[in-house]
């Protein structure tokens, strides 16, 4: 089976940087995904790290250590729109199906 | 990029009846995913759709109660079949990037359904 852990709720001023932890286990890993969820919309891909190390796109960066199961995604310059939730996922290989499975998902509030 | 339509958006349903979600996707892909998100938490995979086979259920899902129909590569429904208050959900489509190696996933809009 698959499981992911973040932290529930994490609070960070505009302007700010901040980092939401992954740790997962999962029995096929095939990389580390984030996605944001702003209320009532849809998931939106942000960023994927298949191999250890640091992906940066924009804002937004993503690490993973594959040793350590854990990853994070750290935002830089907040803006209040980044308010939101965040959800990491892995997409599990051994079903054969590329399932992709989410974290408990962690609500970014962004304050002035 | 991939757009993916659902619908209905939302719907309130009685207890005991059923409601099938219709999801169409501008591409053809061979497998469509549908997820289940209840208020404040995470996305948790109900089934795969494959066309031209039977949905590969999840834990905690069965066909009988989440029937799927894939007739074609751009095309699935969802059924909830004997809604309960327990059902009230925000439904969800999904695929998978079109291009090889591309590791993003697209997602509709979602249904979001309120049994009483």
């Known amino acids: 089976g698959q499981s992911l852990e973040q932290p529930s709720e994490v609070t960070a001023v505009e302007g700010a940087i901040v980092q939401i932890n992954c740790t997962y286990q999962?029995?096929?890993?095939?990389?580390l995904s984030w996605y944001q969820q702003h209320d009532g919309g849809a998931p939106t891909f942000l960023s994927y790290?298949?191999?250890?190390g640091l992906e940066e796109t924009g804002r937004f960066s993503s690490f993973l250590s594959r040793s350590d199961s854990y990853g994070y995604l750290l935002l830089q310059e907040l803006q209040m729109k980044d308010s939101a939730s965040y959800f990491c996922?892995?997409?599990?290989?051994?079903?054969?199906?590329?399932?992709?499975?989410f974290g408990t998902g962690t609500r970014l509030t962004v304050i002035p | 990029s991939a757009v993916i339509s659902q619908k209905p958006s939302r719907d309130i349903c009685q207890r005991g009846t059923s409601l099938t979600i219709q999801c169409q996707v501008d591409?053809?892909?061979?497998?469509m995913f549908w997820y289940r998100q209840q208020p404040g938490q995470s996305l948790t995979l109900i089934a795969t759709?494959?066309?031209?086979?039977?949905?590969?259920?999840e834990s905690g899902f069965v066909i009988d109660k989440f029937p799927i129909s894939r007739p074609n590569l751009t095309f699935s429904t969802l059924t909830v079949s004997n809604m309960s208050p327990e059902d009230s959900s925000i439904y969800l489509c999904?695929?998978?990037?079109?291009?090889?190696?591309?590791?993003?996933?697209?997602f509709g809009q979602g249904t979001r359904l309120t049994v009483v």
């Open positions: 996922a892995v997409r599990d290989a051994g079903t054969g199906a590329n399932n992709l499975f």
């Open positions: 999962t029995s096929g890993f095939y990389g």
């Open positions: 790290n298949g191999l250890d």
């Open positions: 591409s053809q892909v061979t497998m």
């Open positions: 759709a494959n066309q031209g086979s039977e949905a590969t259920y």
């Open positions: 999904s695929q998978n990037s079109p291009g090889q190696g591309n590791p993003e996933a697209f």
